[in-house]
């Protein structure tokens, strides 16, 4: 898998040890710069965002995985450095954009290194990889915070006692001064944000020259020769034809696609606009406490990733979509009748929900894993599927969340069904395919 001597077996696992640190530092950092956007929308007033994820995935067949990574993430981040220097909204576009071609990249490589990289051991892998990103949306908001200078209104007079009022004189002067601190405040975490976000590019190069990654797909698994045990389980050529004719690959393809379309983006909707959903619902929350409600919804994403790691060696990937999905769809009619119940029922049924969702991406990798090889092809129409319902929804959503606060859930609650759908469709095509048969 690693260029060398390929019956250097404990070199090959130092090997994986290092690039498998890489990949979580990266993830870390990832996680980390995108959750620092959120707390700086005032500041920006909106961003943008990018998915180019399917061409990437699709490049890597003619250019080197590794070295675009290093080269795309790089790119990522300078993005985040330069993000608060925008004076034009085009400026705060082209950025995003920047920052948007290191997700894309990294979002369809990532698992599928891990994948690689792991076979057997790969869901544990993935799970932690994905706690790790949840560690890092922690500490995002942290590092960015103390520098926010949010929305500010400029009042005409102020109150001085006994009745009277003071009448305050503001200028393009006065108010130019506060808007080049504001600039100024949120330079300095975007900064220290894109530094680090550099460290792991830089070691991906350092390894590209020193001990480059090279994963050769074998063609025949039953052959049992090579010295990588640990990958390629052996099969037999019975088990072989069985596979050729059990294995529903296209349809394995197509109903993940759905569910990542439908159920993910329910997820991705979830984190990005509850928050405001809050502030409209029945219970008219304040802006303060909806941020108090995300920012435990966040801690619940990571703990339930961080149990994941445990779980995962003992279940089965389409046992723990199964359980989890269950776990997301009672938080939805915990959420609608709570809603009008109390504060703490909607902070509850928002912690089942994200603790519901933590893990069901990843898992949903290594169900793929172990009926056929992901490669970057088939990951990129995963994570291009995982974008795709989400460009329009958010428009229609814009439209109706301030009258009809409950076409939030309407829509979260819809889109989840469809990804039970396709999950149950997919569990049933999958049934009859032998357990030895298994890759992973």
């Known amino acids: 898998m690693i260029s060398g001597n390929n019956n250097m077996d404990e070199v090959r696992r130092v090997d994986r040890y290092i690039y498998t640190t890489i990949n979580l530092l990266n993830h870390l950092m990832f996680g980390l710069t995108f959750s620092s956007f959120g707390p700086t929308y005032v500041d920006f007033k909106y961003l943008t965002s990018s998915d180019m994820s399917w061409v990437v995935g699709f490049l890597y067949k003619y250019l080197n995985r590794q070295l675009t990574l290093a080269i795309l993430i790089t790119i990522q981040s300078l993005a985040t450095i330069f993000m608060p220097y925008s004076t034009q909204i085009w400026h705060l576009y082209l950025c995003i954009f920047l920052y948007g071609l290191g997700i894309g990249a990294w979002n369809n490589s990532n698992n599928v290194i891990l994948i690689e990289m792991w076979q057997q051991a790969s869901p544990s892998f993935l799970q932690f990889s994905q706690f790790i990103y949840g560690v890092g949306t922690i500490l995002g908001p942290l590092i960015v915070g103390p520098y926010l200078s949010g929305e500010v209104k400029y009042v005409d007079r102020v109150a001085i006692g006994n009745g009277s ?4 004189v503001w200028n393009n002067t006065i108010i130019d001064e506060f808007e080049s601190n504001r600039r100024s405040r949120i330079t300095f975490p975007y900064l220290v944000g894109g530094l680090l976000q550099a460290i792991g590019p830089g070691l991906m190069f350092l390894m590209y020259f020193c001990r480059p990654y090279k994963y050769q797909a074998e063609a025949d698994p039953c052959a049992g020769t090579g010295t990588d045990t640990e990958r390629a389980p052996l099969l037999t050529a019975s088990c072989i034809r069985k596979l050729a004719l059990a294995i529903p690959k296209k349809t394995i393809i197509l ?19 509850s928050t405001t959903y809050f502030q409209f619902s029945p219970l008219h929350l304040t802006a303060n406490r909806a941020a108090e409600i995300f920012a435990t919804m966040s801690i619940a994403l990571s703990t339930g990733r961080g149990l994941s790691v445990f779980i995962a060696m003992k279940l089965r990937p389409q046992t723990m979509i199964a359980y989890q999905t269950c776990i997301v769809f009672m938080g939805y009619l915990y959420q609608y009748f ?3 119940w109390s504060v703490g029922h909607l902070w509850a049924s928002s912690l089942m929900i994200c603790f519901g969702y933590s893990s069901i991406f990843i898992c949903l990798f290594s169900f793929v894993g172990q009926y056929m090889e992901v490669t970057d092809r088939v990951g990129a129409v995963f994570i291009a599927s995982y974008n795709s319902v989400y460009l329009f929804l958010p428009f229609f959503l814009g439209s109706y969340i301030e009258e009809w606060p409950n076409s939030f859930l309407y829509i979260e609650f819809g889109s989840l069904c469809a990804a039970i759908g396709a999950l149950v469709v997919v569990l049933l095509a999958v049934r009859k395919v032998p357990n030895e048969c298994l890759r992973l």
């Open 338 to 340: 709570g809603q009008y």
């Open 165 to 168: 009022y003071e009448h305050l």
């Open 255 to 273: 109903c993940v696609s759905l569910y990542l379309a439908f159920g993910i983006m329910s997820e991705n909707m979830y984190m990005d606009f």
